[in-house]
């Protein structure tokens, strides 16, 4: 368990360095990684490398026992080489051109950029090949960041266009999957589909899917260039990439596929604002909200099934969502616990040191400009010492799934239906409702093995192939629990609507189909009674679809006077040795916690009683990590015993405290007045 830092020594006169990684050492950092934004001085010329500054700082971080993480530099391409290629430039769907003077803004389907890639990365994987100090290599960074996924140039036109030709094979394939009679959109040839570019009305769902599709696979294969690079140089360096927090434009699990492990870059006091439906509390603007991140540490660990890094963690206050707040007293060193609890192996600040020049003077570092311990420096040096106190611990063992489907959220993004339908939101409702009773969480991808988990959460698994309805069947036969959420079994898999009633091939295991389904705004009263008891009645939103049950029996019905009234919007089939609950509409969290607490009865999962908003448990390796990201002060109940590693079973506000035992089941945590 390390914590480590990010560190520009490019940024800083020579002189200064010495004493930056000395106190990195001091501070109990073991991994500083460098180089994402070099490229401009590492060859600030073409063909004239500079590598004496990085030479140096690697020097320096070994000597005291660190060791580096270096990363290929090329999310910013140097204004020499644009102006010599300006066809490397991503070009947004108006055909604008996007211009030197921030970052990423290459193309990835450009081959003088993957040629000029291949160049720079060959170079220093070459020079430091034999290294003893670089550990491994992060590839690029954040892939994807800035809306710079999805690129329209004529490159990527051009490479749509055979990415279409692979898997189609002909252009009548790809006419009748996509279904092309509609509006005249029927192709010739591959050659007359281009990027989708504006239009006076909406897209084609099916053309928009594969263009994301498309667009994702271009950064697969991008990375994979790199991958292939340095593995080629090094075999033993670890390979990584930095992902970034509810990023829905990239899948990851693809392209983690071709990493050593997976890390990604964690601003919770940004990403309650700024990719959230919900306003942001005053606690949340201090501290961020536990199962957003929550989640991702949780896809992220769960993509290649192994521990993760958070390469970059927010250090203080950063300067990019709408409001900038100070974060809470301690809450630096609440979030490299909370990431440890969810599987990291390593956390590293972003930055070490506030920096003097560029876009992000506004952000803080571990240290201020001058030099001197921030509020995050502090907090880091104590998360340092705590987390090695804690020990090793090995990966996160989770019972229960939810499934993530990245194909899913294109689909429903190109047709929400709904202002208020975000893929991602939804996803958060199911998986907050399971952590808010302590239990671990994989995020897992469709293809994932199923039998691997006692209990499977699929919330609007919107595209089901006969291939994924057969395996959830075979799932639920042979004993397993599942509880699908609304819009699943709609579209095939080229996002046609699929001619059978919803939920499609899943109609047989559900037991039900879907009469009719319909979108509300937040002004209608939206209410569902639990059907065995008319007095238990819970809010639902955005989403209702009215059942007709085959063998299914109801779960509940709509209690409301309108048309809707008394029709069924959930029920539950058992088939075979396990059972099925379909939920037709996006639950309020007591109707989600409902739902997961009888799955997690009947999958036999053991659970903690309701969390308090904002305080979680999660267990790792037989320890339990109590995190309380609330100003309020907590006290834990257990009727075991623990030895507590880090604090103790009173929390304070923005607190943790580490337990030597597995305390989940049966722990309950009240608020002291
Ligand atoms: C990340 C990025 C860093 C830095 C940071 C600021 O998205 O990777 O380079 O910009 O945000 O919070
Ligand atoms: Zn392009």
Not at 70 to 94: G, H, M, N
Not at 261 to 269: K, L, N, R
Not at 600 to 608: C, E, F, I, M, Q
Not at 621 to 641: E, K
């Amino acid at each position: 368990m390390s914590v480590g830092a990010c560190y520009f020594p490019e940024h800083w006169p020579s002189e200064q360095w010495e004493r930056d990684i000395e106190q990195m050492a001091e501070a109990g950092l073991e991994y500083v990684r460098m180089g994402e934004f070099s490229w401009g001085v590492l060859e600030p010329e073409r063909g004239t490398f500079v590598f004496d500054w990085l030479d140096e700082a690697l020097e320096l971080i070994g000597e005291r026992g660190m060791e580096a993480v270096l990363c290929t530099p090329t999310a910013t391409p140097p204004k020499w080489l644009v102006d010599e290629r300006p066809e490397i430039l991503q070009t947004e769907p108006d055909g604008t051109v996007r211009q030197h003077g921030s970052r990423r803004h290459y193309c990835y389907n450009s081959d003088a950029y993957r040629e000029e890639t291949k160049r720079v990365v060959t170079r220093l994987a070459d020079r430091y090949a034999d290294h003893p100090y670089v550990a491994g290599w992060q590839t690029d960074n954040e892939f994807g960041c800035h809306r710079t996924v999805r690129c329209y140039c004529d490159d990527c036109a051009a490479s749509f266009r055979d990415w279409l030709q692979e898997r189609y094979g002909d252009v009548e394939s790809l006419n009748d999957a996509w279904g092309t009679t509609f509006w005249s959109q029927t192709y010739n040839s591959f050659d007359a589909v281009d990027p989708p570019r504006p239009t006076p009305a909406e897209h084609h769902p099916s053309r928009l899917l594969d263009y994301a599709r498309f667009s994702s696979d271009s950064v697969v294969d991008y990375n994979r260039l790199h991958v292939d690079l340095l593995a080629d140089a090094n075999d033993d360096w670890f390979l990584t990439h930095n992902f970034m927090g509810r990023f829905p434009t990239l899948n990851a699990y693809d392209v983690s596929a071709d990493l050593d492990f997976v890390s990604w870059d964690s601003y919770p006091t940004g990403f309650v604002q700024d990719r959230k439906q919900t306003e942001a509390t005053t606690d949340q603007l201090r501290a961020g909200d536990p199962d957003q991140v929550g989640m991702d540490h949780d896809l992220y660990r769960s993509a290649l099934d192994r521990p993760f890094w958070v390469m970059e963690q927010q250090p203080g206050d950063v300067n990019w969502p709408p409001h900038c707040p100070q974060p809470g007293d301690g809450a630096m060193r609440l979030w490299a616990h909370h990431a440890t609890a969810h599987g990291a192996d390593a956390v590293l600040y972003f930055r070490w040191r506030r920096c003097l020049e560029g876009q992000e003077q506004y952000h803080a570092g571990l240290l201020k400009q001058d030099g001197e311990p921030d509020r995050g420096y502090h907090n880091a040096v104590t998360a340092a010492s705590e987390l090695s106190a804690v020990g090793d611990a090995a990966h996160v063992d989770a019972a229960v799934a939810v499934v993530f489907d990245y194909d899913s959220l294109w689909a429903l993004e190109a047709q929400p239906h709904a202002p208020e339908f975000d893929y991602w939101e939804l996803q958060e409702t199911f998986y907050g409702a399971l952590r808010a009773r302590g239990v671990q969480v994989d995020v897992v991808p469709p293809e994932t093995t199923l039998e691997d988990y006692e209990a499977v959460v699929a919330p609007a698994l919107h595209l089901v192939t006969d291939e994924l309805a057969n395996r959830l069947t075979a799932y639920v036969e042979a004993g397993g629990e599942l509880l699908l959420g609304p819009r699943t079994g709609v579209k095939d898999n080229a996002n046609k609507l699929r001619p059978e009633l919803q939920p499609g091939p899943l109609a047989p295991l559900v037991g039900a189909t879907v009469d009719q389904h319909e979108s509300l705004p937040p002004t209608v009263d939206t209410r569902v009674r639990r059907s065995a008891d008319a007095d238990q009645q819970y809010g639902f939103r955005t989403w209702a679809e009215w059942l007709d049950l085959s063998t299914a029996t109801p779960l509940l019905a709509y209690d409301t006077d309108g048309i809707e009234a008394d029709r069924i919007a959930a029920t539950r089939n058992a088939v075979g040795d396990g059972s099925l609950v379909y939920c037709g509409v996006w639950p309020e969290p007591a109707l989600a916690d409902d739902l997961v607490t009888s799955l997690l009865g009947r999958a036999n999962v053991s659970h903690s009683d309701r969390l308090p908003d904002g305080v979680r448990v999660a267990e790792r390796d037989g320890r339990t990590w109590v995190t309380n990201f609330t100003s309020d002060t907590y006290r834990v109940h257990t009727d075991a015993d623990p030895t507590w590693i880090i604090g103790d079973a009173v929390v304070g506000g923005f607190d943790v405290a580490v337990a030597d035992a597995p305390l989940v089941e049966r722990l309950s945590v009240q608020k002291l007045e």
